[in-house]
């Protein structure tokens, strides 16, 4: 059986559709976050898809007077390829809410969980999910009293793209990290570094797409390695057996799902040397770049570029924002 065909028997549904009636469409790109460039390429390639496709589309650059371009351009339904900042937090979600615009991806709460690295983190242990230890640190932190993970990685809590990312080897190494981050964000999580294969694993409308094995020359997969490397090797069929794969994409869908995230997105995921899955971060725009992972693998079921940018728009309409996971137990006392 094809790997199309077994989508198609889990329930991924072929489906014509309508170019015409998603009416106009805007796609929102850009923005103001340091993931400006990445954004920029993917709804540049998204804008030509659609209007391949025959799709009213239109190109927005996101700036400060987003509420004057979505006035003048008058969508119908909203396509996001804004990647980090307002874009990805819930911000312009909540606008598009208040202005009763479909749009596609995480709703508001979803998108504001995923992008709070911290937050996501005490969700999944509530929910008895595994992801590397970790302590939140800010300027004022006593460094040498903290007990902080060794070796480990330093990175900003609210953003992606493994901007301002670094791998931590050494107590020397641990305060200019820290304080590289720090002078880029208001706080740094330190995280324990799993040492092991990297893997990714695409949502698409509640079910995990093959599992993607990354494998790089750099140090880690990084921001170069991410967008610009063509050195970067992307292993699908990923080399996993059946049984841990299958392991690895049940883990991903609880995880996005305990998030309260809907539509589509990539769950990022550790392996150690004992075989265990170690959740990141959940990514709720993904890029839709050449480079990019999504469009990887839903091509490996069967979806082309364009058909799954319409698939996207599809979906948006039928999208359940709530936020309801099924177990949350402790997250207050966590929190507090």
Request: hydrophobic share 40%.
């Amino acid at each position: 059986m094809t790997e199309k065909s077994k989508a198609l028997e889990q329930g991924t549904k072929e489906i014509v559709i309508d170019a015409k009636a998603f009416g106009r469409v805007a796609v929102l790109c850009g923005g103001l976050s340091p993931e400006r460039q990445v954004s920029l390429k993917s709804g540049n390639r998204i804008f030509t898809a659609l209007k391949d496709r025959g799709v009213d589309a239109v190109l927005v650059d996101a700036g400060d007077d987003l509420v004057d371009q979505l006035r003048a351009v008058k969508p119908e339904r909203v396509f996001l390829a804004l990647h980090g900042g307002d874009g990805e937090d819930g911000t312009v979600q909540g606008l598009l809410d208040f202005l009763h615009i479909p749009y596609t991806g995480s709703g508001v709460k979803g998108s504001a969980l995923a992008m709070d690295k911290c937050r996501s983190k005490l969700i999944w242990k509530s929910m008895g999910l595994p992801t590397p230890e970790f302590v939140m640190v800010d300027k004022t932190t006593d460094l040498k009293a903290a007990d902080l993970p060794m070796p480990c990685f330093v990175k900003p809590n609210g953003e992606g793209s493994s901007i301002c990312t670094f791998p931590v080897y050494t107590r020397e190494e641990l305060s200019s990290s820290i304080s590289r981050v720090l002078g880029h964000a208001d706080q740094a999580m330190v995280e324990q570094l799993i040492a092991g294969p990297e893997y990714t694993v695409a949502i698409l409308n509640g079910r995990a797409l093959p599992v993607i094995r990354l494998e790089t020359d750099n140090t880690f997969y990084d921001y170069e390695a991410k967008y610009l490397s063509d050195d970067t090797r992307y292993h699908l069929p990923s080399g996993l057996t059946e049984e841990k794969e299958q392991e690895l994409q049940a883990l991903s869908v609880k995880a996005f799902d305990g998030l309260g995230c809907s539509g589509w997105g990539r769950v990022d995921v550790m392996q150690d040397d004992q075989g265990r899955f170690w959740l990141l971060e959940v990514n709720t725009i993904p890029g839709m770049t050449d480079h990019s992972l999504v469009p990887m693998a839903a091509q490996a079921v069967g979806y082309q570029f364009a058909d799954l940018v319409l698939e996207l728009l599809r979906i948006s309409d039928e999208e359940e924002r709530s936020w309801m996971p099924d177990d949350i137990s402790g997250i207050a006392t966590e929190m507090s």
